[in-house]
């Protein structure tokens, strides 16, 4: 007797649409009436975020969508009212409004006119409209929200984020990229310094203040204070910060990443304190921060050696601060280490001895190394990311046996090149690298 696919149960069928992306299960669901009504089964589409166009009318879209457990939605182009969609999926619990530029207080106002209790993830980056007034409506209406994305909102001021930490307690990610009105004052709301008027934004686990230029050490004596369940906090590009701030944020001992890239005034000094603190950071990002030298990997060797994360570009480091912290970094996975002009082969065979646990390095533009160099670091047994781009090939002909030395024990890297020379012999040592699992991002 021949089994037939047709001859599956719908909750066969069910399990096996589950695993195809969102277009086949479409598709599938047009087959015939048994593949559609397996594919309608809300196990099918659990977890999957519709990306609509709404343009015009379409009366069966919502009704289908709640059909199928659909809950979370991504607005591409909204030319209806907002309030279509609210009223359309009234148990929708994440909404996606990124980069939607014509939203503005009043459409979000005539959407949230009521309590949404199942929404919790709310993403307005990019709406450029939006003000503080919004901020009250969603502070009034969402009380469950957990995570809401304001990053590029730049009418936001201290005003929005004292309705944020008046409504939103439960709020544990919040992005406030590139909202310049944001100051200290704002910042002192959500970590609740200003109890009489807001009782802040504790439980708070991800901040993202990238950009945020009037923000000073004060903010980080806020946070140290108030947000102690915080995780994850991001400060790049925040020039007012300081080494003075570093001392506030070195005891907050849930933080366990930490982005200090491009901040002016990170030294040596500050990443003393916080290597001298109780932090047990898991990933430090101190890129492009040109005060920072080989002093700063001592202190890393000394009081953060649980990282598994560390970015160093454009550091003016050398193969000395190599060899002061690769000694006791057993748990790093993770370097980048590119545009640093100083790191020679000395350095890489340092890294290739002690740092034997990493998967990923970037070495983009470090111009010094060699083929020595980059043979030890191939030779570690667990990389899968290697970067070099803008490595010096200018005689590429006499390079293609180097090439084939260095990459014939990395079967299943991830690498980025940039090729300096037009030669045609350079093609074949990139087709034999493809058939054997590499993965290239090449820019001429």
């Not at 909204?78 to 990124?98: C, K, T």
């Not at 980048?336 to 340092?350: A, Y």
């Amino acid at each position: 007797m021949e089994t037939h696919i047709s001859c599956l149960f719908p909750e066969i069928l069910a399990m096996i649409f589950s695993y195809l992306d969102v277009r086949d299960k479409g598709r599938a669901a047009q087959v015939c009436a048994a593949w559609r009504d397996a594919a309608y089964h809300k196990s099918v589409w659990r977890g999957v975020e519709a990306k609509l166009h709404l343009r015009r009318a379409n009366p069966s879209l919502f009704p289908s969508l709640q059909a199928r457990g659909i809950r979370r939605v991504q607005i591409l182009s909204l030319r209806r009212s907002l309030s279509y969609v609210i009223q359309g999926m009234p148990n929708i619990e994440s909404l996606n409004l990124s980069g939607c530029y014509n939203l503005t207080d009043i459409g979000l106002g005539h959407a949230f006119v009521q309590e949404i209790p199942s929404l919790n993830v709310l993403n307005l980056s990019l709406c450029k409209q939006i003000t503080d007034s919004s901020l009250g409506r969603i502070a009034q209406y969402l009380k469950n929200l957990e995570v809401l994305e304001l990053g590029g909102c730049s009418n936001i001021t201290n005003t929005g984020l004292l309705l944020i930490a008046w409504g939103l307690h439960r709020l544990k990610s919040l992005n406030l990229r590139s909202c310049r009105h944001v100051s200290d004052v704002g910042i002192g709301h959500l970590a609740g310094m200003t109890r009489s008027a807001a009782e802040g934004c504790l439980n708070l686990e991800y901040l993202t203040l990238q950009d945020c230029q009037k923000l000073s050490d004060l903010s980080l004596k806020h946070i140290s204070k108030g947000l102690t369940k915080l995780k994850v906090l991001n400060l790049s590009f925040c020039g007012g910060i300081s080494d003075a701030g570093m001392l506030h944020l070195s005891h907050m001992t849930s933080l366990w990443s930490l982005n200090l890239r491009s901040c002016d005034n990170i030294s040596d000094t500050g990443i003393m304190h916080l290597a001298m603190g109780s932090l047990r950071l898991t990933g430090l990002d101190v890129s492009f921060c040109d005060k920072i030298g080989d002093q700063s990997l001592a202190y890393i060797a000394q009081g953060l050696f649980q990282l598994k994360s560390l970015s160093l570009c454009s550091c003016h480091i050398s193969d000395d601060g190599i060899n002061k912290m690769a000694r006791q970094m057993h748990e790093l996975r993770t370097l980048n280490i590119g545009q640093c002009v100083r790191i020679t082969d000395k350095g890489l065979e340092l890294i290739a001895d002690h740092l034997t646990q990493l998967t990923g390095i970037d070495l983009y533009g470090c111009t010094k190394i060699t083929k020595r160099g980059l043979e030890r670091i191939t030779q570690l047994p667990c990389l899968k990311v290697l970067n070099l781009g803008l490595w010096q090939m200018t005689e590429s002909e006499k390079m293609l046996p180097v090439l084939m030395s260095v990459f014939k024990t990395l079967l299943y890297c991830q690498l980025k090149l940039c090729w300096i020379g037009q030669s045609m012999k350079m093609q074949w040592p990139v087709t034999w690298l493809c058939s054997r699992g590499f993965v290239f991002n090449m820019v001429c």
